[in-house]
């Protein structure tokens, strides 16, 4: 897509925004599944409600992943493509007319380009809603503890203990994510797009 191209040819550092914004991607899915695991741990699932809406958000993330991966490649690899569209076609009555809705058409053009880079910077909006949507319902319950950590206020302050705690996991992902996107750019990425 030539936007992508754009940024990483005439735009100061487009190179570094463009691989931050793709490793960043990555390690956003990582910290995802981390969540998800800590969920299934601490039986977050019994709250019915968060766990729905957070499946929703997850797959929300996946279709904006999903859009913003076809725009710098022009197309999907194969594999991807052919998952995509069986996964669709699968749906009863509607498959069909839905694998063209989302090609737009028969093909990868420019159409489709334009369409899901329009997803791909809507998607985040909607996935913000829904992550306070997210959050409300888990306050429902009256949890004030996401960490799923014993938080008694006479053992242990929430400051300095869990606020540095967090920082430094921060700190950690962030120069995780920087040394990733600076030296080995393409770790995460599908080789296949180089063939």
Not at 39 to 68: D, H, K, P
């Amino acid at each position: 897509f030539s936007s992508v191209a754009h940024i990483c040819r005439d735009v100061n550092y487009g190179w570094l925004i463009r691989n931050m914004h793709a490793n960043g991607a990555s390690f956003f899915f990582i910290c995802i599944y981390a969540h998800i695991a800590r969920g299934l741990y601490y039986g977050s699932y019994l709250y019915m409600e968060t766990w729905n809406i957070g499946v929703v958000l997850l797959l929300l993330v996946m279709m904006t992943a999903f859009v913003g991966y076809v725009l710098p490649w022009g197309q999907m690899s194969f594999w991807g493509a052919t998952v995509i569209t069986n996964l669709l076609s699968a749906i009863p009555y509607v498959g069909n007319e839905l694998v063209q809705w989302i090609w737009g058409g028969f093909s990868v053009d420019n159409a489709t380009l334009t369409r899901f880079f329009a997803f791909h910077f809507l998607f985040p909006f909607v996935i913000a809603g829904v992550t306070i949507l997210h959050l409300l319902f888990l306050h429902e319950t009256g949890s004030n503890n996401p960490a799923g950590l014993n938080s008694d206020a006479d053992k242990i302050a929430f400051h300095p203990y869990f606020s540095y705690k967090d920082l430094l996991g921060f700190t950690v992902k962030l120069l995780a994510l920087t040394s990733l996107a600076l030296f080995p750019l393409n770790l995460l990425g599908d080789p296949d797009n180089f063939t």
